[in-house]
Structures are given as C-alpha cells and as structure tokens.
C-alpha cells in the first residue's frame, strides 16, 4: 500500500473511531434527558426534567403491600427475567423500600479518567467530592442506587453525612452495592431503609486530591448500572422487603399494584372461607368453580367498605370480572 493510500485508508477509519468514543461516552457514562428518555422508549407517562419516568405517588404508595414474590411473578410474566437481588446487610429491615431509582456507577479508581471526568466543562456545575454528584439531582421519593462494584475495606462513599444530604432530599433510602460507614448515625434516620453489601469503618478515596491512594472512580449517573444480577434503568420503581430487592420498570408498575391487589383480595376472601369451613383447600387452592367466583363477587360487594383498598379499585375489580 502507497502512502497516499494509506492516508486515505487511515483518515477515515481515525474518524470512526472518533465518531464511535463520542457515542460510547454519551451512552455509557453522565446521561442526559434525553439518553434516559431513548432507554426508556416503553414509558409513556410523565418524567423528570432529568428525563426519568415520574411514575405515580398513588403507585408508589400502593406497591409498599405487594411481595416480592407478587412482584417477581408479573416481571417473569413479561419477560424480565432478571430483576431480583438479595444478599443485603439491612438498615430498617422491618420496614419496606419503595421509589424510584436514580442511578450511579462506580469503578476502580484510574487517575487519567479520574482527571478527565473532573476536570469535564461539563460537569463544572457540580459541587463537592463524586459521591455527592448524584445526591444533588436527587427528587422526593427516589432511590439512589449504586454499582460501587462491592468494594468493601476503604470503599464506603456514604457515611452520616452523605446518607443526612440523601435523606434530606429524597426523604428516602438507597440500594448500594458497596460499604458504609457510620451506621449508627444512619441508624437514627427513621426511614433511611438501605440494602448495602457491607459497613466498614474506613472511607473511599474517589478524587485526583487521593493520589496514588485513589480507588473509586463515578464513571455514570442516570445510567443504566448493574445491581448483583441486575440491570437497573433510571427510573425503575424500587421494591425492598425481608431481605430482598426487586427493580421494577415503570412501565409495569401499575400492573404489578393492581396484580398483587386483587391477589391480595382472593386470598382474604379464600382464607375466611377456608376458616368458615365453606369450602376446602383443595377447592380454594385451584382453579376456581363458577360458584366459587359468583361467591367471590358478591363478598366484595358486601365488604367493599370494609376492604383495605379503595372502594373504587374495588368496584373496577368487579367491573373486570363482568
């Protein structure tokens, strides 16, 4: 090959490779509104200005009585396969975790990405060390949930400190795959409910000031991450009970309040007959006769005031069942 052909082979293969790292990093790394809209193309409802899916304060409250299996079962029903996680140290583990997830990604500390990411024009609007980045976009209601990639001795980015600025501006907990520290001040949040992996004492060293020391480097915010097993999107409704945390696409959200309401119905319905000695376990726990669903309904007609659910969700489950 000449060197005039080589040029001209060179040029635009350089081009491409520029083309390809300038759609690499805006997919990969800071996400903006509109990043997050394209990877959430099945969500059609309200957002943030961040582009995140705003999914309902009547969902959110209602998702606090479904299960983890009640969820499970309606994400595998639609091809999520992938989107439960347990093996969590629990902050609160009596009380349960819902909202809606804004997402961090940590990796092991590498200083020319490190000066590149801080010194970004950018990100010159942001104030303080990285672990504070992402709190400082944080909503009412939201989770933050974050890939620190397990890094337990001299990993912790959230203390009291961290977890009082997350508290304060999402009156809400996180999902944290990494350590924290100072779990005692943690412990005095009433509702900061946490999954993290571990607490450690020491503390992350995630800034060029680190040096040789530096560990951590926040390479994403509003980005999709990975939590254990699972991809989580910005904006997936939260669910975290007994141990375990689910990640639910806004999309689905609605239906699994409603799948695990009327789950919720059939059961207390199936128990007191089961207690009045009506019917049997083997009726109940089978597909039921046409008695047995005539049964059902005309019990939510005559209890619908007494039911733990609005009295309108109980007269659309009857208007379903017409």
């Known amino acids: 090959m000449n060197r005039s052909s080589l ?4 040029v635009p293969c350089l081009m491409t490779v520029v083309w390809f790292t300038a759609g690499a990093c805006a997919q990969q790394g800071f996400f903006t509104s509109d990043d997050v809209v394209k990877y959430t193309p099945d969500w059609h409802g309200e957002r943030f200005t961040d582009g995140r899916p705003k999914v309902a304060d009547d969902i959110l409250d209602r998702m606090k009585t479904v299960t983890l299996e009640e969820a499970w079962a309606v994400l595998q029903q639609n091809g999520f396969m992938h989107q439960y996680e347990d093996g969590w140290l629990s902050i609160h583990p009596d009380k349960v975790l819902v909202g809606r997830a804004l997402t961090a990604t940590w990796m092991p500390g590498r200083p020319d990405v490190q000066k590149l990411i801080e010194t970004d024009p ?23 949930v974050a890939d620190h990639f397990g890094l337990k001795e001299a990993g912790p980015s959230i203390g009291d400190n961290v977890g009082n600025a997350i508290y304060a501006r999402s009156e809400n907990g996180i999902v944290y795959d990494g350590a924290v520290r100072d779990i005692n001040g943690l412990n005095e949040l009433d509702n900061f409910v946490a999954f993290v992996r571990y607490y450690d004492p020491s503390h992350h060293y995630g800034s060029l000031k680190s ?9 994403g915010i509003n980005c999709p991450t990975r939590i254990g097993h699972v991809m989580v999107v910005p904006g997936d409704v939260v669910l975290g009970r007994n141990g375990g945390v689910i990640f639910i696409p ?15 119905l059939r059961d207390l319905f199936g128990h007191q007959r089961l207690q009045e000695g009506k019917y049997t376990a083997g009726q109940i726990d089978a597909h039921w006769t046409d008695a047995i669903e005539q049964d059902y309904r005309q019990w939510l007609k005559d209890n619908e005031d007494h039911l733990p659910f609005p009295k309108a969700r109980i007269e ?3 208007k379903d069942h017409e």
């Open 7 to 10: 040029v001209s082979f060179a």
């Open 122 to 144: 950018a990100n010159a609007h942001r104030v303080g060390g990285m672990n504070a980045w992402p709190v400082d976009m944080l909503e009412k209601r939201d989770v933050y």
């Open 211 to 219: 040096g040789k020391l530096l560990n951590s480097t926040m390479v």
């Open 250 to 264: 806004p999309q689905l959200a609605e239906q699994v309040v409603k799948t695990s309401e009327a789950t919720h």
């Open 316 to 318: 659309q489950i009857l």
